[in-house]
């Protein structure tokens, strides 16, 4: 690599708020680790006096070898740009810890070195100069101690330093324009319109209009104003010629449209969508294999829910980057120009697609998530950034990683791993290789301290422990609920849920009930307060899977009668929740089927259908229970009243009737963990031994002790015999019976973990003499003993 490249590769990484890596120049390596070591402390945890003696220090060290060091007197000879840079990023830094020392006076005399240092000619350079002007301005505004005369001077200033919108990759640029926009919008009676910041700042630039986005004001009003000035731009423009490249004005106002169109997500009935629509294709036709008007284009389409119009513009804004890239490509230097705009671009697309939407040899929706990992991979390889792999992920809380760049770095980098998570969160392969937490640890490592309260940490929070949970990696799950989640947010009630439910692996449920005891008390206490008024949707349901767990807990603890005796009040609280008078209590549309009210209802019959069937005498009243949640909804089809039926009848020695209903679940989800172990039971009937030790493990690696649950009817081998008809249809039973286990435990997470399939897969091996039979008992065993008391996905709404 050339000297050129290493200082143009060591710049932007800086720019881009990572680490720097070795330019060749002492100094300037010098630096930028000191730049790169406060803004650590200012975007981390803030700059503490004992650190910003130390950070004093270092500055004073470097001036003075700067001007004393026979090397870097020589370097500076040799690269009197680098030399240049090196005196702006040491002054600009010097004056900023000054400033957090309480030392003003200092500060300024600092912040007009740096001013003062030569501005550097080299196009390598021209970049960064942009980033240190911009930061000297910040904590030149900063200095007077005065918001309005610090807000006056960046509205003057700020079209010096900078004219262009950043590129999504300089992450440090785009948190000083924050850091202004904000001081620009709330001094005085602060900006409440475009038009406002236009005339504040004297422009209505790209530029000047993403600085009003970044104040966060951006209201319906807006919308006309920058119609009108992305039509100005449109008007000016022209399809270029061979020779002309396409409008810079133009280009730079859709990256601002990108910008202004995703953050208008969920308010697309603020913009008129007719107009943009109009000036998109427009734009299109008036520029040449622009990447930027394409990216605006499939933000547009993307927001409005045109999503076959998203996928072709984000296939257009792919292969004009891949372009881009090759004509860029040196034999040292191959990525994309931009990195953090094409990882975005993909997550973007990702959120608002799914497999039905792939289009043949131009979209497929797995092989984009799998170009999101690789990009992720390259960006972190790149930029020389700390990687949770899936090994460490299993124990976040010890390996302590975290990664403090530019907010929004962060937020695009977050978004991707929650994206690439929430993608590939049912899919087994990436539970077991550890993939899943792996993700998850890289997004939190992102987060500020600041921010655990914040309900996106939370729910990454939760998210990784879930996930901790299902792999059956309790005791970290455990450790980290009790130390990092609840701690920080002790009314998080669904992390409490999920403890519960861990706890509920133990022998012992007293803990795990005491759990449940509290945190419903909790959850009372505030639907009572508004009195059932203003509950939101996920609360009730979660509040009404806990009552479920309780009286699991309960039957578990003290009996069936009692549980039973349970069941009216939570047919009361049901009620007082959805209370079909109120109008949030309305049916929710787009909601998942097993979000609604009428699925938790369906839940509660069932619940009471499964403890009338604890006992005989209370036959008739589980038959009753199962009706009553059939006429509950018909908009649906709920295989669990199929698969509670069909145990029932089986329980009543109907086999036939029930092989029919187990059938008809396997119809509607052939990975039914539930209905393959019906039909399972009915394939190999219960049988007993001679021995009384052998019985015993056979009862536990059934999973019953004989005594709890009533006797369940047998086949006798004549009526065995009649059931299956003749040999070559007994053979046929038992290959379906095979093939539905092994493929639910390729891809359901609830059939791998479930002791119950690895019994009757045990029991294949068996009757035909297979090697595998130790092992699916020892998996047998090894899920029953972290099997929870309800499956997980009960606390995850």
């Not at 000016?236 to 490249?245: T, V």
């Not at 040449?288 to 008007?293: G, H, I, T």
């Not at 803990?511 to 206490?525: D, F, G, M, P, T």
């Amino acid at each position: 690599m050339s000297h050129t490249d290493r200082v143009r590769e060591a710049l932007e990484a800086r720019i881009l708020g990572a680490p720097t890596s070795q330019s060749g120049i002492a100094s300037l390596d010098a630096a930028l680790a000191l730049q790169f070591r406060l803004h650590y402390h200012l975007f981390g945890n803030g700059l503490k006096p004992e650190v910003a003696r130390v950070l004093l220090k270092e500055c004073t060290r470097l001036d003075t070898s700067m001007n004393e060091s026979i090397t870097m007197v020589a370097a500076a000879a040799s690269d009197p740009g680098a030399t240049s840079i090196v005196e702006k990023t040491l002054y600009n830094a010097m004056a900023a810890v000054q400033f957090y020392n309480g030392d003003s006076q200092g500060a300024q005399k600092s912040l007009a070195k740096a001013q003062a240092a030569e501005r550097p000619a080299g196009k390598s350079y021209r970049s960064f100069l942009r980033l240190l002007e911009l930061e000297n301005l910040y904590y030149s505004g900063l200095v007077l101690d005065d918001s309005a005369k610090a807000a006056q001077l960046y509205a003057q200033r700020v079209l010096k330093c900078i004219t262009k919108i950043p590129s999504a990759s300089q992450g440090l640029l785009h948190s000083y324009l924050r850091l202004i926009a904000r001081a620009i919008g709330t001094s005085g009676a602060g900006i409440a319109s475009l038009k406002q910041m236009c005339e504040r700042v004297g422009a209505s630039t790209p530029l000047v209009c993403y600085l009003y986005l970044l104040t966060g004001n951006v209201d319906a009003s807006d919308d006309a104003q920058l119609l009108e000035i992305a039509g100005k731009a449109l008007a000016g423009a022209k399809f270029p010629m061979a020779s002309e490249s396409n409008s810079t004005l133009l280009e730079q106002t859709h990256v601002l449209l990108q910008v202004y169109f995703q953050s208008m997500q969920g308010s697309t009935h603020l913009i008129d969508t007719d107009k943009w629509h109009t000036l998109i294709i427009t734009s299109i036709k008036s520029t040449f294999q622009s990447k930027y008007v394409a990216r605006a284009a499939m933000a547009f389409f993307g927001v409005t829910g045109n999503t076959p119009e998203a996928i072709l513009n984000f296939n257009n804004y792919l292969k004009y980057s891949n372009k881009e890239r090759e004509l860029a490509k040196t034999d040292s230097v191959d990525k994309f120009i931009d990195p953090v705009a094409i990882i975005d671009s993909i997550t973007f697309i990702l959120q608002r697609s799914a497999p039905r939407d792939n289009i043949d040899k131009l979209y497929d929706f797995d092989a984009t998530a799998a170009l999101l990992k690789t990009n992720l991979d390259e960006f972190y390889g790149a930029y020389h950034l700390q990687y949770i792999d899936a090994r460490e992920s299993l124990q976040y809380l010890s390996n302590g990683t975290r990664l403090v760049l530019p907010r929004s770095t962060c937020q695009a980098l977050i978004q991707s791993w929650e994206t690439l998570y929430s993608i590939r969160a049912r899919q087994l392969e990436y539970m077991l290789s550890n993939e899943l937490s792996s993700y998850l640890c890289n997004a939190m490592a992102l987060t500020a301290p600041e921010d655990k309260a914040e309900d996106q940490v939370l729910n990454l929070q939760f998210q990784y422990a879930y996930c901790l949970a299902q792999q059956r990696q309790i005791e970290p799950c455990i450790d980290f609920l009790e130390n990092a989640v609840l701690e920080a947010a002790p009314m998080f009630y669904k992390a409490w849920h999920l403890l519960a439910l861990c706890r509920s692996i133990q022998e012992d449920k007293e803990v795990s009930y005491k759990i449940i005891c509290s945190v419903l008390n909790a959850l009372e206490q505030e639907f009572t307060t508004s009195n059932y008024s203003g509950v939101k949707h996920e609360d009730k349901w979660q509040y009404i899977n806990m009552k479920i767990t309780e009286i699991h807990l309960i039957n578990e603890i003290f009996g069936t009668p009692e549980a039973l005796e349970s069941m009216p009040e939570l047919f009361t609280v049901y009620n007082n929740l959805f209370d079909e008078s109120k109008s949030e209590n309305k049916k929710t549309e787009n909601m998942p089927f097993n979000k609604t009210k009428e699925y938790l209802l369906q839940s509660i019959w069932l619940l009471a259908a499964q403890l009338y069937m604890n006992g005989e005498e209370h036959i008739d009243d589980a038959r009753g229970a199962i009706r009553e949640a059939r006429k509950v909804a018909k908009e649906f089809t709920n295989v669990n009243i199929s698969v509670a039926d069909g145990q029932l009848l089986f329980r009543q020695g109907e086999f036939k009737a029930a092989l029919k209903l187990f059938e008809e679940a396997l119809y509607y989800d052939d990975l039914n963990a539930d209905a393959i172990i019906g039909f399972a039971q009915l394939v190999f009937p219960d049988e007993t031994t001679n021995s009384a030790s052998e019985q015993q493990l056979v009862d536990y690696c059934r999973l019953s002790d004989g005594t709890e649950n009533p006797v369940t009817p047998k086949f006798d081998a004549v009526e065995y015999d009649k059931f299956f008809g003749n040999r070559v249809d007994k053979s046929a039973v038992f290959a379906r019976l095979k093939l539905l286990i092994d493929c639910a435990l390729i891809k359901s997470v609830d059939a791998y973990f479930s002791p119950e399939i690895w019994w009757y897969l045990s029991l294949i091996h068996e009757k035909y003499g297979n090697r595998e039979m130790k092992d699916t008992l020892l998996n047998c065993i090894k899920n029953k003993e972290t099997c929870p008391l309800r499956p997980f996905r009960f606390c995850d709404y």
